[in-house]
């Protein structure tokens, strides 16, 4: 089975991909931009493909969230990943010669008070595995990069520290998604994802969210994504519990006509297991 992620090998991505399915059975895919996931699974080339949608320090990554409304895809999973940024240098490498690091903006950011103690100039690229394929590639013993230890096992690069964020609490939120032809049968609907527009009279979004609670439904996440072809105005993303297939989820979505233009489901899965978060 062929899952689509974004990046080149060892980002955080594919990382999490082994820990939702095992390493066996799976060749993990990677690809240069979230776009050029969504068209690979369009043409087929992968079977699912998993994403980033959210960090417990940066708050939501958007650009996904806008493709998952965007495409007709179904969400069949979740997986949670603690993030552990390593400094990664080439084999005869030493952390007291370090001088340049490289890596995406947001882990450079993560790891500020690490850079700073052993003044280590922070240089921004395009992504974490992709600036650890770049310290093996250039060679240079005063230069590394900030990745997932799984770039050791691609790169032949070593740890020259581990564990470097700021926060140890620092957890990504992927999202596993597929075609809607292809959502498995049986699958167990535990905890639902949906958008939707509110119409335009006093009260609406007041009114959507008394719905919710009327109907005893439990909201984890609610968030407005902006409209670009209408201006100032807003999708809302909502992540509840309960499966899409249950009465009072059916008989919610129901009432919510009343006060919405539009509802699209973007999936109904099971839940990640979240006790490590604590």
Same mark, same amino acid.
């Given at each position: 089975?062929?899952?689509?992620?974004?990046?080149?090998?060892?980002?955080?991505?594919?990382?999490?991909?082994? $820990?939702?399915?095992?390493?066996?059975?799976?060749?993990?895919?990677?690809?240069e931009?979230?776009?050029d996931?969504?068209?690979?699974?369009?043409?087929?080339?992968?079977?699912?493909?998993?994403?980033p949608?959210?960090?417990?320090?940066?708050?939501?990554?958007?650009?996904?969230?806008?493709?998952?409304?965007?495409?007709?895809?179904?969400?069949?999973?979740?997986?949670?990943?603690?993030?552990?940024?390593?400094?990664?240098?080439?084999?005869?490498?030493?952390?007291?010669?370090?001088?340049?690091?490289?890596?995406?903006?947001?882990a450079?950011?993560q790891?500020?008070?690490?850079?700073?103690?052993?003044n280590?100039?922070p240089?921004?690229?395009y992504?974490?595995?992709?600036?650890?394929?770049?310290?093996?590639e $250039?060679?240079?013993?005063?230069?590394?990069?900030?990745?997932s230890?799984?770039?050791?096992k691609y790169?032949?690069?070593?740890?020259?520290?581990?564990?470097?964020?700021?926060?140890?609490?620092?957890?990504?939120?992927?999202?596993?998604?597929?075609?809607k032809?292809?959502?498995?049968?049986?699958l167990?609907?535990?905890?639902?994802?949906?958008?939707?527009?509110? $119409?335009h009279?006093?009260?609406?979004?007041l009114n959507?969210l008394?719905?919710?609670?009327?109907m005893n439904?439990n909201?984890?996440?609610l968030?407005?994504?902006?409209?670009?072809e209408?201006?100032?105005?807003?999708t809302?993303?909502?992540?509840?519990?309960?499966?899409?297939?249950?009465?009072?989820?059916?008989n919610?979505?129901?009432?919510?006509?009343?006060?919405?233009?539009?509802?699209?489901?973007?999936?109904?899965?099971p839940?990640a297991?979240?006790?490590?978060?604590?």
């Amino acid at each position: 089975m062929k899952i689509g992620f974004q990046g080149v090998r060892g980002a955080y991505s594919e990382a999490a991909i082994y $820990k939702y399915f095992g390493e066996k059975n799976i060749t993990p895919i990677g690809h240069e931009t979230f776009e050029d996931v969504f068209e690979s699974l369009s043409s087929h080339q992968i079977d699912m493909a998993l994403l980033p949608v959210e960090n417990s320090i940066v708050g939501s990554v958007s650009i996904n969230i806008d493709l998952l409304f965007k495409h007709d895809y179904f969400i069949i999973g979740e997986e949670y990943l603690p993030v552990e940024h390593c400094l990664l240098g080439t084999t005869n490498a030493t952390l007291e010669g370090i001088e340049y690091v490289y890596s995406h903006p947001v882990a450079l950011d993560q790891c500020r008070v690490f850079l700073k103690k052993h003044n280590i100039t922070p240089i921004a690229t395009y992504d974490t595995a992709g600036s650890a394929k770049m310290i093996a590639e $250039k060679g240079k013993l005063h230069e590394a990069s900030i990745s997932s230890s799984l770039c050791t096992k691609y790169y032949g690069l070593k740890k020259l520290a581990e564990d470097i964020q700021d926060t140890r609490a620092n957890f990504t939120r992927f999202f596993l998604f597929t075609s809607k032809d292809n959502v498995p049968k049986n699958l167990k609907m535990e905890k639902t994802t949906l958008a939707f527009n509110t $119409k335009h009279h006093a009260g609406a979004l007041l009114n959507c969210l008394t719905r919710f609670s009327s109907m005893n439904i439990n909201l984890t996440k609610l968030e407005s994504r902006p409209i670009p072809e209408n201006p100032f105005e807003y999708t809302f993303f909502v992540d509840l519990i309960g499966s899409l297939e249950s009465d009072n989820v059916k008989n919610c979505l129901k009432k919510l006509k009343d006060d919405t233009q539009k509802i699209k489901i973007l999936g109904s899965y099971p839940m990640a297991n979240k006790e490590f978060l604590k």
